[in-house]
């Protein structure tokens, strides 16, 4: 038998092997014999094939049907019939039983099978590649969100220092997109449909040539796909609606996003004046082919970049939303390459688990260093009480926008004399009787607190506890 090749679509590059059984090249063909197979089967099951023709469809012819592969489809294609399908069937003739051969691709049109054959791809590639690696990456962020949940840490916004979060925080908002967006996948992954309703979806054959009368309650097309775990869609053309796998690619998408936010996110922690967060670097890695100290952001780049070859990629689905009359050919080559979205996906995810020598994975060796946090949070931990001063002011009393004076004459201060907000804001009270007053008034507990700025975290902690029990009981449903 010769190599497959199992090339997917896209830059060979980026390769993930764990999809090669579902979108490598040469197997493309195989869910489409699933469909042509599960045809028959029915067709023998109402009494359209004999008996003694249908026992001839042996596990073995089954295989044998499996294994055409897309180069032995397109040899035909391009030297014989100028349609692929036409090939398949040319291809699988050659294999079935006499008696059997004359009933391959009845009463199918070719979209039957391809539009039916790619909602199974991309639902297995769902269930058997993406939903495991989304789980264990799930899995590895509920332990990163619980372990740092109350490590302090400067938020930012604006790329400026803003007010206290804690590193967990920050974990359980990524966290917390990623469970919306599986949740968002997982949904349109059941909702991938199949046809068997003929050129123009009106199941003419199957209506006019009296095989619909011989399924009873159950329609042909049900008894079909049912073989194959699908549902049909409610109406179709000769195409599938192009609705639900567009919105399962969207998904896809959606998530790639995410994680491409999580890569920003690390690269920019990892910056040199900020450095809070470092990538594992392994042994005989290397970080610039000339500077010798470096140690570049390698993975959470390739990550965000995958994004951007990601997004461009849905230029493509939308484009096939739309097809003239029941259907044309424009949108059949642009299809092919709709996996590339899952395989850049893939990659993304394979990147964050993709495990060192001991078995550690990438995303469970990122390191937060707490001094740099704390070297960060310091060099404004003197101003980044602003909020609570000015809005404490304001309830204790104070008559006038205590965030003007917070913000015209208590920051000025505090930054030229370099002293601490709270008493940038006492010394201008001495010679302010309403500022005195309004102070006096705020509660011992909270004007404390001022002092402590690394305590202003509000419910950071509890939050991203929340965040990682929730997505902790989503990985655990089956």
Not at 33 to 59: H, N, S
Not at 131 to 140: A, G
Not at 256 to 265: E, K, N, P, T
Not at 268 to 294: P, T, W, Y
Request: with cysteine; net charge neutral; charged share 25%.
């Amino acid at each position: 038998m010769k190599k497959k090749n199992l090339m997917l679509p896209g830059n060979p590059r980026y390769q993930p092997k764990s999809l090669q059984p579902i979108f490598g090249y040469d197997n493309l063909f195989s869910p489409v014999g699933e469909v042509e197979i599960a045809t028959m089967q029915t067709l023998g099951e109402i009494g359209i094939i004999a008996k003694k023709d249908i026992a001839l469809l042996t596990p073995e012819v089954i295989k044998n049907l499996l294994r055409i592969t897309t180069t032995e489809v397109e040899e035909i294609e391009r030297s014989v019939t100028k349609h692929d399908i036409r090939a398949w069937v040319r291809n699988a003739q050659e294999i079935a039983p006499s008696p059997l051969k004359k009933w391959i691709h009845v009463p199918l049109t070719s979209y039957d099978a391809l539009d039916t054959a790619r909602s199974l791809q991309f639902f297995r590639a769902y269930n058997q590649v993406l939903k495991p690696l989304i789980r264990e990456t799930m899995r590895i962020f509920i332990e990163l969100t619980r372990k740092l949940a109350g490590e302090v840490q400067i938020g930012r916004t604006h790329g400026q220092h803003a007010l206290p979060i804690t590193v967990g925080f920050w974990f359980a908002t990524i966290l917390n997109r990623i469970c919306y967006n599986t949740e968002k996948l997982e949904q349109h992954a059941r909702e991938l449909a199949g046809k068997i309703s003929g050129a123009v979806g009106a199941h003419n054959a199957q209506y006019g040539l009296g095989i619909e009368e011989r399924c009873g309650e159950t329609t042909f097309e049900e008894r079909v796909l049912a073989k194959l775990n699908l549902k049909p869609a409610p109406i179709s053309t000769q195409i599938l609606p192009p609705e639900p796998l567009a919105y399962f690619l969207h998904s896809c998408i959606m998530l790639s996003a995410v994680l491409a936010q999580f890569g920003r996110d690390g690269r920019n922690f990892m910056r040199s004046e900020i450095a809070e967060l470092a990538e594992g670097f392994e042994d005989h890695q290397v970080g610039s082919s000339s500077m010798a100290h470096k140690r570049n952001p390698l993975n959470f780049e390739n990550i965000e970049g995958m994004w951007f070859r990601t997004k461009n990629e849905f230029g493509k689905v939308l484009d096939t939303l739309l097809s003239e009359h029941q259907r044309d050919l424009v949108g059949s080559s642009v299809a092919r390459d709709f996996p590339i979205i899952v395989v850049n996906l893939t990659c993304q995810l394979e990147t964050l688990l993709r495990k060192d020598k001991n078995g550690v994975p990438f995303l469970s060796r990122i390191s937060i260093d707490q001094d740099a946090c704390r070297r960060n949070f310091n060099k404004s931990a003197s101003l980044i009480l602003a909020e609570p001063i000015y809005i404490a002011l304001q309830m204790a009393g104070y008559e006038h926008d205590a965030h003007e004076l917070v913000n015209r004459l208590g920051v000025p201060l505090a930054k030229k004399a370099h002293i601490p907000l709270i008493v940038a804001i006492g010394k201008i009270a001495e010679e302010n009787t309403e500022v005195k007053t309004a102070l006096g008034n705020i509660p011992s507990e909270i004007y404390a607190l001022f002092r402590n700025p690394s305590h202003y975290t509000g419910n950071a902690r509890e939050k991203a506890l929340e965040i990682a029990a929730i997505a902790e009981t989503y990985i655990t449903k089956p």
